[in-house]
């Protein structure tokens, strides 16, 4: 593969990670961000592929191999996966609640906001992050420094994502834009992270949201989950000591 | 290894080792061995500080967390004075707690908290760079908040009197960490031979030294920092209120000291005259306070703020007259600053023992419930009169030497050929002279009320002496200050080579100023020799023969009564009613509140009094069934600028809670929203 092929394939592989996560920022509320999840996962893993190819370091292949499974299979599943009350501890029947926790029923069809605003606020970011990362792509030359802006736009998508979703599974699902931007990042400024490195960062990342499901799963058997997507996180705003 | 070497790692490990003692022994063995380390460490301190007083030098420096960074302690002349001081107060203080720390004060957490409390004091001396002293400092005033809040599970005013204590001496902590922060990066290095190169008048170090200044006071409790101190002395146990009182105030003082006389002694007169203006207020706020509080321990409390006012004033006023030129009576100012300090540290101590004593037998600290305490607690009784004295300033003690030694020297200063300097100085002899008048009546209250007279409550009438310990550790205390009155020629000559100052000229003018001390003789042909030679022309005041002349006037007065008492046997009086002068009931007999009633009418202002008296009548108007009077003197410092300053901040940290209303979404917008800008600032 010569360096022009390298730098074409890596443009392409940043652009459809751009391309999901505007999908991800404008899709309703019922939709599922399983696909949009699923591809930028594996366009993540090719990014890892073009690099080790370009580089000829294989140790990036195993990488690319794993980001692959964890982010284009394993994690999506999980982040859409519903707590299923048959294979887990039954849940107590209604008299048995306390009554302080009274379930709220919620309409099946839930009046999605306006998208707009936040397609346009991520118009807005991706031009932030180009500005940004002049400093920085100045320095890094090559097939992969063209394509850094990408993981930085990635970054202020996510957090954004994460900001404004009304639900904890929109947050999980900005929480993961965010993490593939950072991974974006890193791969592209350093040319490939190393395995030990990868491999702890993943493991990390799978538990983060192995817990935040849970924790997301538990909420919703507390207060009852009206909608798809799980419980209105801004219902839950009473402060505590 | 050097003597002070040697001293300053044995103050170091002993203390080290009462901490960990503190922490690890029972109940019983922590009563008994823990103040026995206490007091080691105060001898070695003692010992080291001699050492260093009379030239020797030493060097520990310890390594910090961060790399390159080191602090070091090794104590000067006035370092060492300090020292001594301290070192002499934490003995005073860890005898009388063999018997007189109890329960909630011989608390594990206490006696871990006191040993490093002391140290961090003896740190703050005997550093020799910005980092050590920053160091000891904070050591000093975390440890001194664990100890003030000792009793705090029982009585809830500890809490409060905790709160304020924290809250001022972290403020404290940092205008001093400002200000040597200032300083240091001016000077381009930590260390005190760095700062003294430092050009006194340069804008930077004007503005480090009205912090340091600032932070200094607030630890000495002076007005309008004050508040602190007449919440948290009379909270704290009583050894720790006499170690706060004596010895920790007089960091501040030191600091003061450091930065004005050691460091920049050619500084502007801009900073003395704040000091003179701080100084002034704080010893007539201070003693007007003093002189209406019911609260024994608050009546003290109030007079530190008010020996430290004096202190100040003589260092401001010696700032002032060494920047306009007149060195000589500069320098005796000085050392009529350290004879206050070394006065005051001595009688405070005691007063605030011999207090812990009688809250001990009386579970008391009420003056309008006390009295007779004399006849059942004579000990306690002597030692407290003797402190008393020399806390009002009166002769044969230590406090008349210094208060006449300041009073002679402005007097003084100026004169005709500086008409602006006299006026100052006359302004100041006003303030001291105002000050030693209401000193004599607060304590001249404070004994009577406690100590003669009849009990005025159950608890006084079954007082009963204090232990051993205690004692001892008064009567040592109380023949301290008869010491330093009596012969106060070795203490001024040790406190002319503290401050560094010309020794054989700056006794010179101490003799021609009015008072001679003893075993300071000016050397041939000095200046003070040519001074002595006009000495016939000024009232020369010697504290020995003054003694002398009080003994023979007790003695003749003695054999004059007893002369009375053998020609008049003793007959009973019975009065059936009490304007002949017999006092037929406790109650008839003056109060404390009673005593300090013209006072409280005189500065009604100033003082903030609100009284109310309610009458409770019977079915007929003029057939008064009971009467109460009530009186509440506020402090106007706390009432006009602490009350409104705190609302304020409790209003801003409301309209804070806007910010932050619980809900997720609103945190990850700030912290998304600090993301961008943080880029955007990044990337420009």
């Known amino acids: ?241 | 290894m050097s003597g002070v070497r040697l001293g300053l790692l044995t103050v170091l490990g002993l203390a080290l080792v009462a901490a960990v003692a503190g922490g690890a022994l029972g109940t019983a063995a922590r009563q008994r061995v823990s103040p026995l380390l206490g007091a080691l460490v105060g001898a070695a301190a003692v010992w080291t500080g001699a050492l260093a007083w009379s030239g020797g030098t030493g060097r520990v420096v310890v390594g910090t967390v961060l790399p390159g960074v080191t602090a070091a302690y090794a104590p000067d002349r006035l370092g060492g004075a300090f020292l001594v001081l301290v070192g002499g107060v934490t003995v005073l203080a860890s005898v009388w707690a063999f018997d007189g720390a109890r329960g909630t004060a011989a608390s594990r957490t206490a006696w871990v908290a006191y040993p490093l409390f002391v140290l961090g004091l003896l740190g703050v001396m005997a550093a020799a760079d910005v980092v050590a002293f920053l160091l000891a400092w904070e050591v000093m005033a975390v440890a001194s908040a664990v100890l003030v809040l000792a009793d705090h599970a029982r009585r809830p005013e500890v809490v409060g009197a905790g709160l304020w204590y924290a809250g001022m001496t972290q403020l404290s902590f940092l205008l001093v960490l400002g200000g040597f922060a200032v300083l240091a990066s001016a000077a381009g290095g930590t260390g005190w031979s760095d700062l003294a190169r430092l050009a006194p008048d340069a804008g930077a170090t004007g503005a480090g030294v009205g912090l340091l200044l600032l932070g200094f006071v607030t630890k000495a409790g002076a007005v309008p920092v004050h508040v602190w101190l007449p919440r948290a002395h009379p909270e704290a146990p009583s050894h720790v209120s006499a170690l706060m009182s004596a010895a920790m105030v007089k960091a501040g003082v030191y600091g003061v000291l450091l930065v004005v006389v050691r460091l920049l002694p050619a500084g502007p007169s801009w900073w003395g005259l704040a000091l003179l203006v701080v100084g002034s207020a704080s010893a007539v706020f201070g003693i007007l306070q003093a002189g209406v509080a019911a609260d024994l321990k608050r009546l003290l409390a109030y007079s530190t703020t008010e020996n430290v006012g004096l202190i100040l004033v003589a260092v401001g006023a010696a700032q002032v007259t060494t920047a306009r030129g007149d060195v000589e009576t500069g320098h005796v100012l000085l050392v009529a600053a350290l004879l206050l300090t070394f006065g005051h540290a001595a009688a405070k101590s005691v007063l605030f023992l011999t207090a812990g004593s009688v809250l001990h037998a009386t579970g008391l600290r009420d003056l309008d419930r006390l009295g007779g305490l004399g006849r059942t607690m004579p000990w306690t009784c002597g030692a407290f009169g003797v402190a008393a004295l020399g806390a009002a300033g009166l002769p044969v003690t230590a406090g008349f030497v210094a208060e006449w030694t300041l009073l002679q020297a402005l007097v003084h200063a100026g004169g005709p050929a500086d008409p602006r300097l006299g006026l100052v100085s006359a302004l100041a002899v006003t303030v001291v002279a105002l000050t030693a008048g209401l000193a004599l009546m607060t304590f001249t209250k404070a004994f009577g009320i406690a100590f003669l007279g009849r009990p005025r409550s159950d608890g006084a009438a079954a007082a009963h002496e204090v232990g051993r310990a205690e004692r001892l550790a008064a009567a040592v205390g109380a023949l301290a200050v008869l010491g330093l009155g009596l012969v106060p020629g070795p203490m001024a000559t040790a406190a002319v080579r503290a401050l560094g100052v010309d020794g054989v000229t700056a006794a010179g003018t101490t003799l021609a100023a009015g008072v001679r001390l003893g075993g300071v003789a000016p050397a041939p042909g000095s200046a003070g020799e040519a001074a002595s030679g006009t000495a016939a022309l000024v009232p020369v005041l010697d504290p020995l023969a003054l003694g002398l002349a009080a003994l023979a006037a007790l003695v003749v007065v003695a054999g004059v009564v007893a002369r009375l008492r053998r020609r008049a046997p003793r007959r009973a009086v019975e009065l059936g009613w009490g304007c002949g002068g017999a006092r037929v009931s406790p109650r008839m007999q003056y109060t404390a509140t009673s005593y300090a009633e013209p006072l409280v009418r005189i500065f009604d202002a100033p003082l903030g009094v609100s009284r109310s008296v309610a009458t409770t009548t019977a079915d007929a108007p003029y057939v008064v069934r009971a009467m109460s009077f009530r009186q509440r003197v506020r402090d106007v410092f706390e009432e006009h600028g602490y009350r409104p300053l705190l609302r304020a901040a409790a209003r801003v940290g409301d309209a804070g809670r806007a910010l932050h209303n619980g809900s997720v979404h609103r945190y990850l917008a700030w912290s998304f929203a600090t993301f961008v800008v943080v880029l955007g600032l990044a990337a420009r």
Do not use: C
């Open chain 1, 1 to 241: 593969m010569s360096s022009g092929d390298a730098s074409q394939a890596v443009a392409l592989l940043a652009g459809l990670e751009l391309l999901t996560a505007v999908l991800l920022a404008w899709r309703g509320p019922a939709s599922s961000p399983r696909g949009p999840l699923a591809v930028q996962g594996f366009a993540l893993a090719g990014l890892v592929a073009v690099i080790g190819v370009a580089e000829g370091e294989p140790v990036l292949w195993l990488v690319a191999l794993l980001v692959g499974v964890l982010k284009g299979v394993v994690l999506p599943t999980l982040v859409v996966r519903r707590p299923s009350r048959a294979a887990g501890p039954a849940a107590p029947p209604a008299a048995d609640r306390p009554a302080t926790v009274r379930p709220v029923v919620r309409p099946a069809v839930v009046r999605g906001r306006s998208r707009v605003p936040l397609l346009l606020g991520a118009a807005g970011l991706v031009v932030v992050a180009y500005l940004a990362a002049r400093p920085v792509t100045r320095v890094v030359t090559g097939a992969t420094g063209q394509a850094l802006p990408v993981g930085f736009a990635l970054v202020l998508v996510g957090f954004a994502l994460l900001a404004t979703g009304r639900r904890s599974q929109s947050q999980l699902v900005g929480f993961l834009v965010l993490d593939n931007g950072i991974a974006t990042t890193a791969f592209l400024a350093t040319g490939g992270v190393p395995l030990v490195v990868e491999l702890g960062v993943s493991l990390d990342v799978l538990l983060v949201v192995l817990v935040l499901q849970v924790l997301g799963s538990r909420i919703d058997t507390a207060f009852g989950a009206g909608a798809p997507g799980g419980t209105d996180l801004d219902q839950l705003r009473e402060l505590h000591d």
